[in-house]
């Protein structure tokens, strides 16, 4: 059973398709309980990363998320807003505390934005690590769904899974142990979407 984190940021219904599409049981749910009783736990969402982590709080899930994904080790899907909050802090808004999971920080991109608009918004190519699990069988520059204006910097380059190029090389997806994130849209990439999505229950 896959337990997607309803915590008020996004629409997680599509998500919750996406999973469904491929044969995979799903519960949307902010229940602790559901969080403990999961095979594996995927946080989605989009919106600001400190209105994210104060939801996660007011909620009591970050406690619980630390223990099941950090302690006992299950495998994680964090997307978009989701992979951001797993890393230390992020300069949106001011200096926000995230989950800490990951070594990285999340800035906003640093770009000529009268070349390259913010939010990078659509579809763009991303490159795979060679070795990596979430792109098994998807070939070599896959086309994702991306929404963001803020990205990921991972201290450590081996936890870099994926990158994109939008004016500036930035992280595109995350693979470390059990944790795995993607700043783009696996559920809004069609075919491609539905693979990684593929790839990471079967892992």
Not at 132 to 154: A, D, Q, R, W
Not at 165 to 191: C, L, M, R, W
């Amino acid at each position: 059973m896959i337990t997607i984190i309803d915590y008020g940021m996004g629409n997680l219904r599509s998500v919750a398709k996406a999973f469904e599409k491929i044969g995979a049981q799903v519960r949307v749910s902010s229940s602790v309980e559901d969080l403990r009783n999961a095979d594996r736990i995927v946080l989605p969402g989009q919106g600001a990363f400190g209105d994210g982590m104060k939801n996660l709080k007011t909620l009591g899930l970050i406690e619980p998320l630390y223990e099941e994904v950090m302690k006992k080790k299950k495998p994680f899907l964090g997307i978009c807003l989701g992979l951001q909050m797993l890393a230390r802090e992020s300069s949106e808004g001011g200096i926000r505390k995230g989950l800490g999971f990951l070594q990285a920080t999340v800035r906003r991109f640093q770009i000529d934005e009268n070349s390259f608009k913010v939010p990078h918004m659509g579809w763009d190519d991303v490159i795979p690590k060679s070795n990596g699990i979430l792109f098994k069988g998807i070939g070599e520059k896959p086309n994702f769904y991306f929404i963001h204006s803020y990205h990921m910097v991972c201290d450590d380059s081996d936890v870099v899974a994926a990158t994109c190029d939008y004016g500036e090389v930035f992280t595109a997806a995350v693979e470390h142990d059990n944790i795995f994130g993607t700043q783009f849209h696996p559920e809004k990439s069609q075919k491609n979407g539905l693979q990684l999505l593929t790839n990471f229950i079967q892992c």
